[in-house]
C-alpha cells in the first residue's frame, strides 16, 4: 500500500462520497474555532502582514474545506474594522492535501462560496478582505512550500494519518487486528508510536523550514486522553468493529485470512505527553495553549433524530457511511472493491449492537487535541478543455499548443535569467494563466526548472533560491489530472537533469482556479507570468444576455445579437464590420483588463511571456487558417440546420469568444497600459497540420488522417462550448462533417495556410 497514491476521502458527493459524511470533521473544526481565531488576531497584531499567507494542511474537499478559510476571512474582516483597519492586507490561501484528493470539486464550489462569503460579511457590515485560493498536492510529511513564507499553519484531523503503515510491520506480528487492538502485541504498539514520532517529528522540520519568524500553527487531531497506547476511547471501537468485520468475511471465505492478517491502519491517536515531548524536542517552537476537546463521535447529531430502535439502526449506517468515507480507498485498493458493500454492512450492524448494549449511553466520543504553537458568465462554469485520456480528449489532442510552447522556449528562458539576474529572488513566484492540463502544463514547468538548473551551475552556482510555481485556469479544468501526475514528472524531471549534471533547484507545484480577467494573486508577489494560446479567448462579467425569447451564450461580445451574425460562428466572410468591431472591442476592453489585474500583482521589473494565435494582417478577417477553421465549422452547423438536427435561432445566437489580435493592436494596448515595456514581440507562422509530429501518411489518407486529426483537436478545444449551448447529441455528428470538410479544404488548398502565433515580452516598469 502507497498512502500517497492510494488514500484519500471518497470523491463526489453521493451517499458515501465524504463530502456527505464528514459531520465528525466539521464540530473538530468549529470546537477548534476560538484557537483559530486568536491565532489570526495575533499574526496581523503581531507581524503586520501586507499579505497574509494561510496554509490548511490535510483540507479534503466539501463544505468543511471551505469553512476554514471563511472563519479565517470572518476574523480578518472583523480585525480590519477594528485593530488593523489601515492595512490593505489580502490573502493567499493554500489547501494541500495528497495528489489522490478531489481538487476540481473545491475549485468548482468556490463561486458559489465566494458569492456566500461576500453575503455573509456584508449582513454583518463588513468588506471581506482581497483572498486568493489556490490547491497545492503533496504529502505533508515532505516539503511544500519555500522557506520562510508561510503566516499561519492549519491543519485539522489529519496529521494522526501515518505516512506509511509502521516500518517492520509483517502481516504476522498484528494477527487478526487492523490497528492497535485488545490482542495486539506490545511490540506492534511500540511500533505504531514510534512512526508517529518520526513522522510527527517531519513534519514539526518541514514547517520550520516554511514559517515565518513569528507565525503561527494550529493543529487539531484526534487523540487519547489515557497514557495507555490501547486506549483511544471511539476510535479503538471503531477500528475493533471494522476489525469484526472483516473476520466475518474471512469465516465467509469472502475475504483471505492473510489479507487480513496483512492490513494495518495507518493512523495512530497521540496522547497530549507525546505532543508536547515532540515540540520541545524540535526546539524551534512554543506551545502557546493546548486543549482537550471532547466531541461527540455520534455521526448523527446534527440531523433529524429517529426514536427508540430505528435510532439506533440509523446511527449505525450513518457511522458506517463516515467511516467508509474515510476508508474506502485503502480497503479497495487492498482487498479490492467486491466486499465493500458487505463489509459496511456488517459494520453498521454490528455498530447498531455497540450503540444498543452501550449502558452509559456514551456514544463515541473522539478525543481531539488543539495545539496551538507560535511561529464571469457561464463561461468561468462550463467552459474547458475535454477532459480525460480519451481519442477526444484535449492531453490527446495539443499538439499544435505544444509547439506553440516549444516556439517560444528562447524568449522564456531569457525571461527566466533575467528575472535571476536582476531581481535575485530567495524564492522565485511563477505563474502560468490558463494551463489548461496534460504533458503540455507541465512541458512549460519542465523548461523553467531546466533553465534555472543551467544558471546555477553558472552564474547563479550560489543561489539557494526555491521556485513556487502556480497553475491557474478555470474552476472547470481537469486540476485532479494534473496533479495526479506529479509524480511521474518529479521522477523524470529528476533524472533527465541528472543525466545532464544539474541539480535541480527546490520547486512546489500549486494550483489556482479563477478567470485570468480577475485577480488571481496578492499584490506585488508575482516574479514571473506566462501564458500560451489563451488570452485570445474572451471574458465579460457572468451574465446571460436575453435578445426576445433565445438565450445567447454569455461569453460573447457585448451587445452582439444573434440576427448581427446570421450563419457565422466567428468572424466569417458573411460577417458585418460592425460585428467584427464588436469582437475588437471586447478583445480591447478584456486585454486591459487583463494587463490591469497583473500589473497589481506582479514585482517591480518581473517579466511577462505573453502568445496568442494572432494574425499578420491587418484585416480583421483574415486570421488566417483560424477564419478558415471556423468557416468551416459554421458549414458544418449549417448542413445540421439543413437536416433539421439544429434550429437556425441556436445557430444564429451561438458567437465562439476568441479573437486573433495583430501584433499592432497588442503593441497599442501595452503603451496604453503604461506600466509595461515591450521588450520583444515575434510573429511565429505555425503549420496547422496536428499530424506532422506523427508517422507521416501519403497520398488521399494523409488528407483524411488529417481532417480527423483536425476535427479531433478542434473538439477537444471547443466542445464543452458546443455541448452547453446546443446540447450533446450534435457532437458526433458535427466533428464528422467538420473532418469531412476540413478534407476536401486541404485536398483543394493551393496556398498552405498557416496558424499565426505572436508572443509579447514584457517587463513590468521599476
Known sequence: MKIERDFHMMKGDDEFSYAENSRMQKRAILAAKPIVEKAVRDVCIDLHPQSMVIADLGCSFGANTLLFVSEAITTICEDHNNTIKESPMEIQFFLNDLPGNDFNHIFQSLEQFEQSTTQDCTCKGLQPPPHFVAGLPGSFYTRLFPCNSVHLFHSSMSVMWLSQVPEHLDGSMNEGNIHIGATTPPSVAKLYQNQFEKDFSQFLQMRCMEIVPGGRMVLTVAGRKSKDVFNAGGTTTLFELLSQGLHTLVAEGRVAKEKLDSFNIPFYCPSADELKQLVQQCELLDISDIQLLEIDGNAMDDSEQAEDISATHTAGKSMSASLRAAMESLISSHFGEGILEELFTVFARKFTSYIESDVEKSGITSKVRSWYASLASTIDRDFHMMKGDDEFSYAKNSRIQRRAILATRPMVEKAVREICIDLHPQSMVIVDLGCSFGANTLLFVSEVITTICKNRNSALEESTMEVQFFLNDLPGNDFNQIFQS?????????????????????????????????????????????????????????????????????????????????????????????????????????????????????????????????????????????????????????????????????????????????????????????????????????????????????????????????????????????????????????????????????????????????????????
Not at 489580435?661 to 494596448?669: A, C, F, G, I, R
Not at 473532418?739 to 505572436?758: D, M, P
Open 486 to 766: 506529479l509524480e511521474q514528472f518529479e521522477q523524470l524531471k529528476k533524472q533527465h537533469c541528472a543525466c545532464r549534471g544539474l541539480q535541480p533547484p527546490p520547486y512546489y507545484v500549486a494550483a489556482l482556479a479563477g478567470s485570468f480577467y480577475t485577480r488571481l494573486f496578492p499584490s506585488n508577489t508575482v516574479h514571473f507570468f506566462h501564458s500560451s494560446m489563451s488570452v485570445m479567448w474572451l471574458s465579460q462579467d457572468p451574465t446571460f444576455l436575453t435578445f426576445g425569447a433565445c438565450w445567447l451564450f454569455g461569453q460573447v461580445p457585448g451587445n452582439l445579437d444573434g440576427s448581427m451574425n446570421e450563419g457565422n460562428v466567428h468572424i466569417g466572410a458573411t460577417t458585418p464590420p460592425m460585428v467584427a468591431k464588436l469582437y475588437q472591442n471586447q478583445f480591447e476592453k478584456d486585454f486591459m483588463q487583463f494587463l490591469r489585474m497583473r500589473c497589481r500583482e506582479i514585482v517591480h521589473g518581473g517579466r511577462m511571456v505573453l502568445t496568442v494565435v494572432g494574425r499578420k494582417s491587418k484585416d480583421v478577417f483574415d486570421a488566417g487558417r483560424t477564419t478558415i477553421i471556423f468557416e468551416l465549422l459554421s458549414q458544418g452547423l449549417r448542413t445540421l440546420v439543413a437536416e433539421g438536427r439544429v434550429e437556425k435561432e441556436k445557430l444564429d445566437y451561438f458567437n465562439i469568444p476568441i479573437y486573433c489580435p495583430s501584433v499592432d493592436e497588442l503593441k497599442q494596448l501595452v503603451w496604453r497600459n503604461n506600466l509595461l515595456d515591450i521588450s520583444d514581440v515575434q510573429l511565429f507562422e505555425m503549420d496547422g497540420n496536428p499530424m506532422d509530429d506523427l508517422e507521416p501518411i501519403e497520398g488521399a489518407a494523409a488528407a483524411q488522417a488529417t481532417g480527423q486529426s483536425m476535427s479531433a483537436t478542434l473538439r477537444a478545444a471547443i466542445e464543452s462550448l458546443i455541448a452547453s449551448h446546443f446540447g450533446d447529441s450534435i457532437l458526433d455528428e458535427l466533428f464528422t462533417v467538420f473532418a469531412h470538410n476540413f478534407t476536401s479544404y486541404i485536398e483543394s488548398e493551393v496556398e498552405k495556410s498557416t496558424i499565426t502565433v505572436i508572443t509579447l515580452y514584457l517587463q513590468a516598469k521599476y
